[in-house]
């Protein structure tokens, strides 16, 4: 198994390094076409402009990344199908801090096919990450000190399946974990579940919570889960409904309420669309979603007293197929990864919660996750 991901997973050669007026951003990729693995720039954080992109580090399918709370690490998910030796894993890299570069240090099997997304617990000591293809949620145990991984440390195989054509089986698709880091929320396409674990990072193990799940109308399809960060809401994108549900979250019980479900598109669209990318600024103040097929981000006002949402409207992202988009960490900005164009755009956030299109963007190909890094 080892020899197979350094097989995969290559050095690069470097240029370049980020200043004091720049954010660093990484970007995960599907590699193919002209994409080798995970990218890196810098995004000005006064004008928006970004620069052009530099390979990182070469990986097979980093399709989904984090960076480790220590800022000396980021993690990744190698998003591959089949069985075996060959299903999906789990990477892990050191980060130069003065040139961004990325040096990989461990893989780990995800113990299941097309893993998809993944979470570093607030200790820095698990990951959580879900696998697509196999439905299930996988716990993989990493150093804090040298960012090693140890094998998978927990395994649940998610059973059922729901009512549309894409629902034959499940498909977990995105993790959150509580504020406090206690429960692991995961999104399951294929089951119209949002299931709930208790989760002990230190030991590396997710157990069935009671209630063990929150149910969303058939046919919705949740994808990604975000708390709000008052911790008192949870929201879920529901990719087949194109639709935002809205959660009251009781800590105490570990239980979620289904308080609103809202369209993420405009009365007049008639066109095909699924969603993919959902997020909250740090203020709690507004809400973002990503439609694939509108190719855009609809906005949300929330509401600080209920957690309900009021919509404000829709920004193109300037190319097609928003896969997924990230908040920069002064709350300025939205970087938006359109997979089918190969682009990232760069969106401002207007006061009143609106965005608007700032003209810059670069090219990256097949780009599916943007995380940012600031020196710890």
Known sequence: MRSFWLALLGVTTWVSAANSETLRVYIGTYTRGTSRGIYVCELDRTSGELTRPRLAAEAANPSFLAVHPSG???????????????QGGVSSFRI?????????????S??????????????????VAANYGGGSTVVVKIDPATGELSPASALVQHRGRSVH???????AHGVALSPDGGIALVADLGLDRILIYDFDARRGVITAHDPPFAELPPASGPRHVVFHPSGRWVYSVNELASTVTGFAFDRKSGSLKRVEQVTTLPAEFSGSNTTAEIAVTSDGRFLYASNRGHDSLACFAVDGKTGRL???????TQGKTPRNFAIDPTGRFVLAANQATGDIAVLRIEPNGTLEPTGHRIEVGAPVCIVFWKKP
């Open 96 to 108: 130069d801090p003065a040139t961004g570069k990325l040096t990989r240090i461990d893989s780990q």
């Open 110 to 127: 995800s113990q299941g096919a097309g893993p998809c997304h993944l979470v570093v617990d607030a200790t820095g000591q698990a990951i």
């Open 165 to 171: 054509p894409r629902q034959k089986a499940p498909h």
């Open 310 to 316: 009021t919509p404000l409207g829709h920004c193109s």
């Open 72 to 86: 000396k690490f980021l993690v990744a998910v190698n998003e591959l199908p089949g069985k075996g030796p060959r």
